[in-house]
């Protein structure tokens, strides 16, 4: 551990670094708490420092090690904040964080889950939301439902073809 030790002799002065898989625990952590939507936020905000930071660097590949002192997002990352997105119901956020997956990582059942449920979930906060709202606006209410659900059932559609991934 380089924290407080004589490899780190600037401990008073600036912590010492995360690595990415202590951001993957940091971000796993935050996002598994029950009934804590803060600790969901911060678990997004952690993913998207993590973006920062693999952005920064011109040395990373797309492997699951850090090299030379690169920094680099492994499937833990991004399941964790998919799971944080399926709790809030942020669902375009989650449909982002699914795409950068599939361009960086493979694509894993665990990651198609929670981009469904923060899919659904979505769908859930609408249909809350829209009993609130005056009649008149209802129709505009049942589209922005229907946006996540349609989303979700196009997932499911190219789901074999694309990800390998099977519906039994």
Known sequence: YEGVSN?????????PRMTSEGYARSIRRHSR??????????????????????GRNSTTTTTTTSTA?????????????LVACSKLGFWK????????????????????LSLLRACIRASYDNKKASSLIPKSSNETMAASRREPL??????????????GIFLS
């Open 7 to 15: 490899e780190n002799l600037e401990f008073r002065s600036a912590p």
């Open 33 to 54: 708490k029950r009934n804590q939507p803060s600790m969901w936020m911060h678990a997004l905000r952690i993913y998207k420092k993590t973006c920062d930071l693999e």
């Open 69 to 81: 002192g690169g920094f680099v997002r492994t499937v833990a990352h991004y399941e964790g904040a």
């Open 93 to 112: 956020e989650a449909f982002h964080i699914f795409q950068d997956a599939k361009q960086n990582q493979r694509i894993t059942d665990g990651m198609v």
């Open 150 to 163: 349609d989303s979700a059932k196009d997932l499911l559609l190219r789901l074999e073809e694309e990800y």
